[in-house]
């Protein structure tokens, strides 16, 4: 099993959004988890109004030492949403006592980097867990927005993934309609087609970097 924490500081960098479409996608080969420490339960309240349809699991249980429990449980992914708050601080750091990876999604605006920054040094780093930046929100007409901040982010030393994830109308919609990106309607099939395309290439790339790393359980487990 590998326990992979969504972790951002900043709140509304997209980290509810990239636990469950990338739960959507990673269940396509996999068993997923998703476990919401997050107390205001934004993963859990997406995954009621998807009712019965989603393609994985969702518990929400805002004590995170229960999480070591989930090993016990048959998933070979659990994703965990985490509170975007200075407060959520204590909650993080233990999260991650139990993690394998943590992902940790990024608005590509400078602005945005410096609470990022923050939260890899001070808590990410500290704990030895391997990470990546996922950058997100990512205009697709402004491709400079993209080379931008991918230099921003390799200049101050951080490790982020290749791929990056746009930013589209349909993402903001999806909780309310209680969708996920493997089940976004065919109404506008172009942009679901793409949407899909950049949660497949991250997982993929998550999975590449599985290969080459243990979990805590031990390696291959
Ligand atoms: N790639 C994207 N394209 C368009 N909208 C997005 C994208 N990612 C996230 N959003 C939107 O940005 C807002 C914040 O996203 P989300 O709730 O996932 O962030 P969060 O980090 O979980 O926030 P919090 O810190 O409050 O938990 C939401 O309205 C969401 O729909
Ligand atoms: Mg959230």
Redesign the pocket.
Known sequence: MRIVT?A?Q??????????MNLASILSENSRVLVADV?P?K?SAWWADRAGNDLPFDVVDDTNPSNLSRLRELQYDVVLV?T???LEGRDVLATVLTESDFVIL?TEPSPLAFAPLIATINEIVLPSKVTYRVML???DPRVPVELTDAEALLDGAGLLRFKSA???????????VEGKVVTQYADGDSRIAAK?RE?YRRVALELTSLWAHTGTRAGVGA
């Open positions: 969504i951002n900043k709140g509304g960098a997209g980290k509810t959004t990239t636990v997050d205001q934004s949403d509170p975007g708050s999604p997100n929100k990512i994830i746009r930013d589209y109308k349909i993402h903001k919609m999806a909780p949407a950049d």
